[in-house]
């Protein structure tokens, strides 16, 4: 008989990025995955965590998850809300967030993102939402934090387009550029967690989630992936993290399910 | 000054086929009723801009208005892909469109230098990114008093400017609040501006700081309550995700694309007739 987990693969993920936010951080958060890990940081173990969404919300509360980087519940839960141009030249430029949460469709070894296209960009096989605010954020961000799920086809060689920097061709090819941010510190996925080599910079398996294999993260990249030794198993999810997270889930399942047409 | 019109009457003076608008709203207030009032009088190779093109675009684009995208993310939000912005891009249908691609920091500083009329933005940004390979608008320029690399984009300064906002007063003075995105920037870069409104009042009753565009900054003033749906509008209705969602369905293929454009924009008067004819296939059960 085989016990099946009290969790799941993308609730373990989650989870294991909330964990990476602390309390107090001022953390500049995409849509998605990361914006469900911050609010999770924010209902668990860190209260006074300040949300920054690029539509201009400052110190968001939503109450449910946003389906949309502008939702309503963010501006009215907000400390304040400020205009787009002011949130990316006075709050991201201006040096005052700790942490960029982003999501990607394809990353690299060195934690470079892909948002724009797979295959040519003339001619794209898939055309992809585009930048966003992704590449001022990897830039400006004091620390870069990326979540996605893990396979052969999104852990690549090399990116189709390279949207927004992590570590170029890994070392200190940021500094050189002059990059103000430290660039991606962790990447979160459903099967692991990664940090770049502190000389490399080349992405190494740090954790991996319990019950998974180093054979099953080999094989879920297109690269010869490092990983660190001793390696670590992450820390199942606690009850009040996966009740905090469900509970969270239902709330946003209801309210977006039960609008209307005005 | 501002004058206070029916949408029909201006869109028909203000957007010219070949035109470059800019139809602002980050999410919040999506000037939805302009858009289809753009699509229902036909305007032809419109330069589109937008930071994030949204259901409204995908309209355009594939009603056949656009033949060029100036944007920088193009989803739905919460939802997926934007269907007929791909299938232009991919496919070239109905027509190909040709893309200038930015980031939000970059784009919404656009719209600033725009306002400012200031020859171009600066930013730290870009450096080691493909976007500036294969947009040639992105460059770098040194600081000339540290000497620091930074990338320089152009101004956006649209021939019209199109926002949905809450309120004006009977001389056309606007008032908007919530998410602002770079609505205000939009309006005072275009060369024309014309503002949707939820409702006028006679009174605005607005706070000192509030942000406030004077009738005198506006080419038309136009009064269609709820005439941001699908979006929202921040005091007087929330964002419909189901409609955002059954989007995905209906832009999918192209002809139940064509057939929802034709039977809910162009056969129907105006946005009034729009919501009707969308509320009767919505009760039939069809894809709305």
């Known amino acids: 008989m085989t016990i099946q987990p009290a969790y799941t693969t993308s609730e373990i993920m989650t989870v294991a990025a909330a964990r990476l936010l602390k309390n107090g951080a001022v953390c500049f958060v995409g849509i998605g995955l990361p914006s469900t890990a911050a609010n999770l940081a924010r209902l668990t173990h860190a209260p006074d965590i ?18 949309s980087i502008g939702d309503g519940n963010l501006a009215e839960t907000a400390d304040t809300v400020v205009s787009t141009p002011e949130i990316f030249r006075y709050w991201l430029q201006g040096g005052r967030v700790d942490v960029g949460f982003l999501g990607a469709a394809q990353i690299d070894r060195f934690a470079n993102i892909n948002t724009t296209v797979i295959g040519d960009y003339k001619k794209p096989a898939t055309r992809l939402p585009g930048a966003g605010g992704a590449p001022e954020i990897a830039s400006c961000a004091r620390e870069v934090v990326l979540v996605l799920k893990q396979s052969a086809r999104t852990f690549v060689k090399r990116l189709d387009f390279v949207t927004s920097v992590g570590h170029l061709d890994g070392g200190d090819a940021r500094k050189r550029l002059g990059l103000p941010g430290n ?48 390696l ?17 889930e239902h709330r946003t399942k209801i309210a977006h399910g039960n609008l209307t047409v005005a | 000054m501002a004058e206070i019109t029916t949408l029909r009457e201006a869109v028909a003076a203000l957007v010219r086929d070949g035109d470059s608008v ?26 589109l801009i937008r930071m994030t093109p949204d259901v409204i675009y995908d ?8 033949k060029k995208l100036i944007f920088s993310w193009g989803g739905n939000p919460g939802v997926g892909s934007l269907h007929r912005l791909r299938d232009a891009v991919e496919n070239d249908w109905p027509a190909p469109l040709e893309i200038q691609e930015h980031g939000h920091g970059d784009l919404s500083n656009a719209y600033v230098a725009g306002a400012a009329k200031l020859p171009f933005a600066v930013l730290r940004a870009y450096a080691g990114s493909d976007l500036p390979k294969h947009n040639d608008k992105i460059r770098f320029i040194q600081c000339p008093f540290t ?26 003075n606007v008032l908007l609040w919530g998410i602002l995105g770079v609505q205000k920037e939009a309006v005072l870069a275009a060369k024309k501006a ?95």
Not at chain 1, 52 to 63: F, L, Q, T
Not at chain 1, 193 to 215: C, F, N, W, Y
Request: proline fraction near 7%.
């Open chain 2, 194 to 288: 014309l503002v949707i409104v939820e409702e006028i009042v006679d009174d605005l009753k607005a706070w000192p700081n509030a942000c406030i565009l004077p009738a005198w900054t506006l080419s038309a003033v136009c009064c269609v309550p709820g005439g941001a749906f699908p979006s929202y509008a921040d005091g007087y209705y929330e964002r419909d995700n189901r409609f955002y969602q059954a989007w995905d369905a209906i832009s999918r293929e192209r002809d139940t694309f064509q057939n929802w454009i034709k039977t809910h924009i162009l056969d129907t008067q105006d946005f009034s007739g729009f919501r009707r004819v969308l509320a009767e296939s919505s009760a039939a059960g069809v894809p709305r």
């Open chain 2, 147 to 172: 000497g620091e690399t930074l990338a320089a984009v152009p101004p956006i300064n649209p021939d019209v400017a199109i926002i949905h906002a809450q309120k004006a007063d009977r001389k056309g």
């Open chain 2, 59 to 66: 309209q355009l684009i594939g009603a056949g208005c656009a």
């Open chain 1, 232 to 248: 670590q198993e992450t820390l199942a999810p606690t009850t009040v993290e996966l009740e905090t997270l469900r509970d969270l």
């Open chain 1, 183 to 230: 660039g991606p510190v962790a990447v979160v996925t459903d099967l692991c967690v990664m940090e770049p080599d502190a000389s490399s910079k080349e992405l190494t398996v740090t954790q991996l989630h319990p019950g998974i294999s180093r054979e099953q993260v080999a094989k879920a990249t297109s690269w010869e992936l490092r990983f660190a030794e001793p």
């Open chain 2, 22 to 47: 800019a139809m602002e709203g980050f999410t919040h207030l999506i000037p939805f009723a302009a858009g289809h009032e753009v699509i229902r009088q036909r305007r032809k190779q419109l330069t």
């Open chain 1, 50 to 67: 300040v949300l920054i969404y690029e539509s201009g919300p400052i110190g968001a509360k939503p109450r449910v998850l946003p389906l």
